[in-house]
């Protein structure tokens, strides 16, 4: 059980810019047991897939500079051998498993041929019709129903669970000693990922096999992992047993890392606060088209038949998977997509979705929506202070120097310090630039805000700040927020009532703590505990 | 300077080639623009009698310098010539032929070779070469310039309309340009033609009705991917209006797609001039224009010079563009900005 498989030592790995050198890891060391699963957990940034694409040389020739080290495996160092001496270690010996399993399949072949051809590149097979019953074998064993009808299947067919079990067949098709995973469940929702995880486990124990894992999410890590080694800017803090680390971490940052969870529940607001927004069947419909005259000949229902009501100060979740209907709700309450149903919206309860124009216009400030990618809700293009401006021109008529107050005020709202604002968005953090889109929304005053996914993109620690802001704006202004997210923990942090959806439908209403405590629905269940216990 | 287009100049800079070609295009482009002032049959400046001429820029009686006929000065003729040195002295420009003036003291007959008066030679008609270079290079870029500017601001606004609007508008919009496209535009150039005499200004327009759709493509397609983008959706739940939202969010993610294509609108510009000319389609007989000169070099292999020099020049000219284009290409590519 103890004896090392690879070994990583003193590994500096930097790349170039322009004529400048900037070093990613640094001076890292640990080692890797047989039949153990080391998790390297860090925030984005800190250098952990640059560390696991290291080992098999996998960084780009003419950026990426290996300044000291070495990676021993099997009696040879990785970082001194020839090309050729690596294509026999790389799919065979060592594996690895990316986190998009949409890029990294190739889409124009059939998964036989992608699985027969990682045998064949190492000699296990010569011709597809032989090696036909292993490539069967091993589609079966990562739960693809129906293998051999599935052979002449191309990516595209498959859904995202199946086409990441296919990577996984792809790359344990030859046994290898080690096993690099890359974040393989991150994009994918909750209950496939626990599927993968569960499969994963199970391969490892079957093949005695070493597994790399690389994460964020400290619940996998939590239920999968042997050792664990923690990762900031380029540098190992500890390495160590899961139990012991999780237990007494030996770090600062590690204990900060472990203990960010996202927050308490939000306080009760009073049942006597008025209604703000009382949605009744709501539905989005796309429709599908065919023939020539393009008839309509049914649609696909991305949100149907939704009812909810949200008060003054309220926060309404919204939980889902992909593909689940909860973006395109955010967006049909906007009117950025056009949908029907009765939307009452304040005191005069007037139905959004049939204001002509200029009444839209006027409500517009009062509804805002903040997304989820924080890189591009940003026009690159406009300084911070243009971006937050923005919505000023459109309403208010201001002099210059009365905008340039409000501009000031509000980034004082979010914390962002006001004499950046003449700065351009590239150079902001993820968290900041969440902030500076928030504030953009913020400083017209806005009774609602739907926030699409808005810490998605953020690391755990970031998260948990910006979440506290819109909680501390949230009491300060009375604003009613529609949160939208698949990050169940989140989500109870932030929401009084949650509405659960499921391929356009809502299956579940009610308020958060019922919810969370006494599920009815099966979905609900289910996606509970996927999060609660990964496997 | 906003910090992206700081990076952008900084990488545009880092091109060797494309940063030389540039300034050596510029200078070109400012010598050749004052060309009368370069290649002339009239003096720069003319002493005569106390008083100062311009010839250049004014046209002045032979009676003025004591000549016999109330006839424009011909400061060629070594009459006159011999009259004006008398009493005072003229600056000629470094090169004392215009386009369209025969060289009548050829020691040789026409087309001569390069000699001390004529540096490039004349062609068949007596005409010196390097005077109808520069002449037909500054027309030529004109030109192009012109006609890249006009497509451009048509095609961008096209794309622009289509792409932002979508649906019926772009389905109509590009069924128009599909058929639009696949008009003959050399049958319709050599109708008109027969109709009338081209004129600079005619040929632009012509070009222009058959040539803006260039850019449509490019625009369109960044437009229908642009409208989409959080930060427009962003804008769009601000209740920023549509026109603004075109200018301010959309057409800067556009102009850089445009801005790469630019240098190769141009060339394909000055090269439909330099065929519709050597056609003999283009503009009218006798204008400096290097498409005619191609057409001489062609009709007289035995005068080498005339061949060499035209193509000399035309490489030049288009690759210095080509150049730029990529340089500019590498620049703004938004694969590399992000």
């Given at each position: 059980m103890s004896d090392v498989v690879l070994s990583i030592k003193n590994l500096s790995v930097a790349f170039r810019q322009e004529q400048a050198l900037r070093t990613v890891v640094e001076d890292l060391s640990f080692d890797l047991l047989r039949g153990e699963t080391l998790a390297l957990v860090g925030e984005s940034g800190s250098g952990k897939s640059v560390t696991a694409q290291s080992i098999l040389k996998l960084l780009p020739e003419h950026s990426a500079v290996y300044q000291s080290g070495s990676i021993e495996f099997g009696g040879e160092n990785l970082l001194a051998s020839s090309e050729r001496a690596l294509q026999r270690v790389r799919g065979n010996k060592i594996s690895m498993i990316f986190q998009e399993p949409m890029t990294s399949l190739n889409p124009l072949q059939t998964i036989e041929k992608q699985l027969f051809e990682s045998l064949m590149l190492h000699g296990k097979a010569t011709q597809r019709e032989r090696a036909r019953p292993k490539i069967v074998q091993w589609l079966q064993r990562v739960g693809i129903q129906d293998p051999q009808r599935r052979l002449s299947s191309l990516p595209h067919e498959l859904s995202g669970g199946e086409r990441q079990r296919v990577m996984i067949a792809m790359a344990l098709v030859n046994e290898p000693d080690v096993l690099i995973a890359d974040?393989?469940?991150?994009?994918?929702?909750v209950t496939v990922q626990a599927q993968i995880l569960r499969l994963l486990k199970q391969l490892q124990h079957d093949f005695n096999m070493t597994v790399l894992f690389i994460t964020h999410d400290l619940n996998i890590v939590r239920s999968l992992a042997d050792r664990v080694a923690i990762m900031q800017s380029g540098k190992l803090l500890e390495v160590g047993d899961q139990t012991q680390v999780f237990a007494s971490p030996q770090h600062d940052y590690t204990g900060m890392l472990l203990s960010?969870?996202?927050?308490?529940p939000p306080p009760h607001i009073s049942d006597q606060s008025d209604v703000l927004l009382k949605v009744e069947e709501l539905n989005t419909w796309f429709p599908i088209k065919a023939g020539i005259f393009k008839r309509t000949v049914d649609h696909v229902k991305a949100v149907n038949n939704v009812a909810f009501e949200l008060r003054h100060g309220e926060t309404l979740g919204v939980v889902g998977e992909s593909g689940s209907g909860k973006t395109t709700l955010g967006r049909s309450i906007l009117r950025l997509i056009e949908s029907r149903g009765f939307a009452g919206y304040g005191r005069e309860q007037s139905n959004l979705f049939e204001l002509d124009r200029k009444a839209l216009k006027t409500l517009r400030r009062e509804i805002q929506i903040i997304f989820q990618d924080p890189y591009g809700s940003l026009s690159p293009r406009m300084s911070v202070s243009d971006i937050v401006a923005e919505g000023l021109r459109v309403h208010e008529r201001l002099t210059a120097s009365e905008i340039d107050e409000r501009v000031v005020a509000v980034l004082e709202k979010v914390r962002i310090?006001?004499?950046?604002?003449?700065?351009?968005?590239?150079?902001?953090s993820g968290g900041q630039r969440q902030r500076i889109a928030i504030a953009r929304a913020l400083i017209l005053k806005p009774k609602l805000l739907v926030l699409d996914e808005p810490t998605s993109a953020l690391d755990r620690s970031v998260q948990k700040d910006v979440i506290e802001l819109l909680k501390s704006l949230q009491s300060e202004y009375g604003l009613a927020y529609i949160f939208i997210s698949h990050d169940l923990e989140v989500v109870r942090a932030m929401s009084h009532k949650i509405l659960v959806m499921y391929r356009g439908v809502v299956v579940e209403a009610g308020s958060a703590e019922d919810l969370f405590t006494r599920p009815t629905h099966e979905y609900t269940k289910t996606l509970l505990a996927s999060v609660n216990s990964p496997l | 300077m906003s910090p992206l287009n700081k990076e952008r100049w900084h990488r545009f800079k880092k091109n060797r080639r494309g940063y030389i070609s540039l300034w050596l295009f510029l200078c070109l482009f400012l010598m050749t623009l004052p060309a009368e002032f370069l290649a002339n049959d009239a003096p720069l400046m003319i002493r005569y009698d106390g008083d100062f001429y311009f010839p250049v820029v004014k046209e002045y009686s032979e009676l003025e310098f004591g000549g016999d006929f109330d006839i424009s000065a011909e400061y060629t003729d070594p009459y006159l010539a011999g009259l004006i040195n008398e009493k005072g002295w003229m600056l000629w420009p470094p090169i004392p032929f215009d386009y369209s003036t025969r060289n009548s003291n050829l020691t040789q007959p026409a087309p001569s070779p390069p000699s001390d008066v004529n540096w490039l030679g004349t062609d068949d008609q007596g005409r010196d070469v390097l005077a109808r270079l520069i002449y037909g290079f500054r027309v030529s870029v004109l030109f192009g310039l012109m006609l890249t500017i006009a497509t451009s601001i048509i095609g961008v606004a096209a794309g622009a309309v289509q792409g932002f609007y979508g649906g019926k508008i772009d389905l109509i919009g590009q069924r128009l340009l599909e058929v639009w496209s696949s008009v003959p535009t050399l049958f319709v150039l050599i109708i008109i033609a027969s109709m009338v005499t081209p004129s600079f200004w005619i040929l632009l327009v012509i070009l222009l009705l058959f040539g803006w759709m260039a850019l449509v493509g490019v625009v369109r397609a960044e437009f229908l991917r642009a409208r989409n983008l959080d930060y427009v959706m962003a804008a769009r739940a601000l209740g920023v209006a549509d026109r603004t939202l075109i200018f301010r969010h959309l057409l800067p993610n556009a102009m850089v797609a445009t801005i790469t294509f630019v240098p190769f609108v141009m060339v394909s510009a000055i090269t439909s001039l330099t065929a519709l000319d050597f056609l003999g389609f283009g503009l009218p007989p006798g204008s400096a224009s290097l498409g005619e000169m191609v057409s001489q070099g062609k009709n007289n292999l035995y005068a080498p010079w005339i061949g060499i020099s035209v193509f000399v020049a035309l490489a030049l000219l288009l690759s210095l563009l080509v150049f730029i284009g990529e340089a500019v290409r590498d620049a703004v590519d938004p694969n590399r900005t992000r």
């Open positions: 974040e393989p469940t991150t994009a994918l929702d960010s969870s996202p927050g308490e310090d006001p004499d950046a604002r003449h700065r351009y968005p590239n150079e902001f | -």
